[in-house]
């Protein structure tokens, strides 16, 4: 069926510096993308969203690149601070499922 | 605005039994969801309601029931818990126009022994 995966299940970082975020999709129906933050024993949070139209997005200090050519999102974290240790999970949807969020299994950021 | 509210927050089931979990949001939303969260997984849906009056399966409904009480709520059912749906129970809200920017609650940690 199809998926979505993440390159990296960790990714550790130095406070200061800029993180990347990768995550791949398959399904090429794909229109709309979000990337949520889940910090340990709470819900996910809202990072950032990205709709098929566009490849890129900027937020504060968050950045998310779509390439659909290659099937690839990633998430550009700029100036990483202790609080932005927590798991980052992407999802896709599209308007043939009504837009249903299907999750990737997540990136553990850790910044030291 | 308290968002989206879920009780209880931490359950111990012993095997058969049932129980349900609440879920409300006070963000006038239309659509909300359950979902289950599994150690280094990520989110998998078991059910969904797009609006007030339906639901739908998601991705894992066996051995769920759920109920869109109202707008505001839905809940979710075990009717004879099993160790295998030990896992952290997640509701969420959104609009669900043409995104689907989910609002979260804080989990249910359940736990079926």
């Known amino acids: 069926g199809e998926s979505v995966g993440l390159h990296l299940p960790t990714l550790s970082v130095q406070e200061g510096d800029n993180s990347i975020i990768n995550c791949a999709y398959s399904?090429?129906?794909?229109?709309?993308f979000i990337w949520y933050k889940q910090e340990s024993g709470k819900g996910p949070q809202f990072i950032i969203d990205?709709?098929?139209?566009?490849d890129k997005r900027q937020g504060q200090r968050v950045t998310v690149l779509l390439n659909k050519t290659v099937k690839h999102l990633s998430l550009q974290i700029a100036a990483t601070q202790p609080g932005d240790s927590a798991v980052y999970f992407c999802a896709e949807a599209n308007s043939n499922s009504g837009y249903a969020l299907n999750f990737g299994k997540g990136t553990s950021l850790l910044v030291t | 605005n308290a968002g989206v509210t879920q009780t209880p927050k931490f359950q111990v089931l012993k095997t058969g039994q049932s129980m349900t979990l609440q879920c409300a949001q006070d963000?006038?939303?239309?659509?909300m969801y359950w979902y289950r969260q599994d150690p280094g997984m990520g989110l998998r849906l078991i059910y969904y309601?797009?609006?007030?009056?339906?639901?739908d399966k998601g991705e894992v409904p066996n051995g769920y029931n759920v109920s869109r009480l109202n707008k505001r709520e839905f809940s979710l059912r075990l009717e004879s818990a099993a160790p295998s749906q030990t896992s952290v129970y997640f509701c969420a809200s959104s609009y669900r126009d043409t995104t689907n920017e989910q609002f979260f609650g804080p989990g249910t940690r359940l736990t079926v022994l």
């Open positions: 309601s797009a609006s007030e009056g339906t639901t």
């Open positions: 963000m006038n939303h239309n659509s």
């Open positions: 990205i709709r098929s139209n566009m």
């Open positions: 399904n090429s129906a794909s229109d709309y």
